[in-house]
């Protein structure tokens, strides 16, 4: 009965590949977004969609690209992964994209060797 | 850009102490919350703050809202372990969109 769950939980990986991490909420959420959390533990938001729509693109390069295929999954795909690319990502919903009351996932931690 | 800064950074105190975080922004915000976040999770939302001086209680945690919706506030009452995490402020702003605050690192020995 998780809420907002992401996969993988761990992912390590070298530099040059492409990867994905998946996300899925079951709250019944309008609204969802991608964050990378920085080695200093400092978040901030990449994308934003609200009913599959892109709200929010923030100045994010253009190698991470997101796909909302409905309203309960929003995927993150990375290409050519670069050292500075290492860091936890979370997903989060929230019932409107207003920004209140967002539920955070448990984070995915990638790794680029 | 808004910016919210946190202060002090780490915060490590012995069980039964009292403390206060403090969120600071030369920014307006439509309404802040605080969040914490334990190791290997995701933040979890602790309380949205709306009004301008709006205090709100949550067993031990007191939080406060500025009169000028620029700052808030965390005090914790007689701090347990299970208090330790990292907390974090974020303001909704005119972009509607949560901007997160640097982070307090709290650690509550026992």
């Known amino acids: 009965d998780t809420a907002v769950s992401q996969t993988p939980k761990y992912l390590v990986t070298q530099m040059g590949n492409d990867k994905s991490i998946k996300c899925e909420q079951n709250l019944g959420h309008d609204t969802m977004y991608w964050y990378k959390q920085d080695s200093k533990k400092f978040l901030k938001i990449m994308f934003s969609?609200?009913?599959?729509?892109?709200?929010i693109n923030e100045t994010v390069p253009n190698r991470f690209s997101p796909k909302s295929p409905d309203k309960a999954h929003l995927n993150l795909h990375i290409n050519s992964l670069e050292l500075g690319d290492s860091a936890v990502y979370f997903c989060a919903s929230s019932p409107s994209d207003r920004g209140t009351e967002q539920y955070f996932g448990p984070g995915t931690r990638l790794t680029v060797t | 850009t808004q910016l919210l800064e946190q202060s002090p950074q780490f915060l490590s105190i012995q069980e039964g102490e009292n403390l206060t975080v403090y969120c600071n922004s030369s920014?307006?915000?439509?309404?802040l919350q605080w969040y914490r976040q334990e190791p290997g999770e995701g933040p979890v939302l602790l309380v949205t703050v709306v009004t301008g001086g709006e205090v709100k209680k949550l067993k031990r945690l007191t939080f406060q809202f500025g009169d000028a919706r620029k700052d808030s506030s965390l005090h914790i009452t007689a701090a347990q372990p299970g208090d330790t995490g990292l907390y974090l402020c974020a303001g909704i702003g005119s972009a509607r969109q949560l901007t997160f605050g640097s982070g307090t690192q709290l650690t509550v020995l026992p």
């Open positions: 920014s307006v915000f439509s309404s």
């Open positions: 969609y609200n009913n599959k729509e892109l709200i």
